[in-house]
């Protein structure tokens, strides 16, 4: 057989080296839609084959979704129940499984999660034109209102308020929607995906550019986009929520749109925010809301008592403090904070 020359070796090699290096740097590029659902900005990325039909049945998934759960929108499950005045109205099964869960964090966190809280949310207005400081009768009527015991829910889907009574999931909407939206992406085959529901995050599958998913956290006290630091996972949700989301300012007052349904107003728990850590994003949405009106005592409790569930709370005073199992899987990056672990 005939040998090779030095310099035929060389090309061969040369080939193989730019083949191999080619197939193993290849990051397939994820499709990625935006849109503006929900009253935020919605991104959805994933990769694999399908993702070109799969990601924009997503969005339009999440847009029926929002016609289904927003009190804003006529025709709404939501707002159907509000306007039937202490009578029952049936509702598709999924808002019915929705309230049926906001319900349960209603009872988990001692009512700190309400979903009546329909009556206040319309009185303040925060985030709306109509904005405003009610006065001190005003929230005392609203408060009147204001019970999660008040709903029934029968066979799954017939829903009864109180008369006067008015529901509100926003505070539990989008972290359904997103759990919604990653099944909806696995069964269409999707390998990865990042949902991010106006800074709720929902990642699964691998991260395909390696390593664990990397997940920013919005620092309160920077304007949009500074980063308090980085959360690490497999995959799961991080889902925060906190004062700078939605307020107005009166007289130096900041008025945010997290509601305490002990005293009708802003939750002054001491919070400027908290991000929760969970496997998927209904129960991460709920407990943000929930952890924020409970404050830090009795919110890192809640949280070290329920399995798989991981807290970060940012302190009025400074402090950044971790429930035990972010340990190591939090990176503080913002300026000015101390770091805690409880
Ligand atoms: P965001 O929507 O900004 O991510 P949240 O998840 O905390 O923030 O939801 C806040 C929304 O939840 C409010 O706009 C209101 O519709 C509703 N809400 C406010 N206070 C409560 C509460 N105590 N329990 C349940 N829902 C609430
Ligand atoms: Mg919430």
Redesign the pocket.
Known sequence: MKIPSKKVVALFCLIVLVVAGAVLCHRPDPVEKSAYIM??LVRVRAWGAGADRAVPEALERLSALEQALS?NLEDSDVARVNRAGGRGVSVSSATGDLLGE?LRF?GLSGG????T?GA??DLWG??TEQARVPGDEEILSALERVDWHGVRLFDGNEVRLEAGQQL?????A??YAADVLRDQLKREGIRSGLIDL???ILVFGENPRGGKWRIGVQDPIQSRGGVLGVVELREGSV???GTY??FFERDGVRYH?????ATGRP?RSGLLAVTVVSPGSLEG?AL???L??MGLDLGIALVNGLEGVEALFVTEDGRVVLSPGLEGRFTLQGEGYRLETR
């Not at 749109?257 to 349904?261: A, F, K, T």
């Open positions: 009253g935020t009190a906001a209603a700190a999660f309400d979903p809280v206040l949310v925060i985030g509100d999931l926003g505070g539990i989008k972290g106006g800074g709720n889902v925060t929520s989301e939605r749109h997290i509601l305490d349904p939750a949405d943000t809301t929930a924020f009106v």
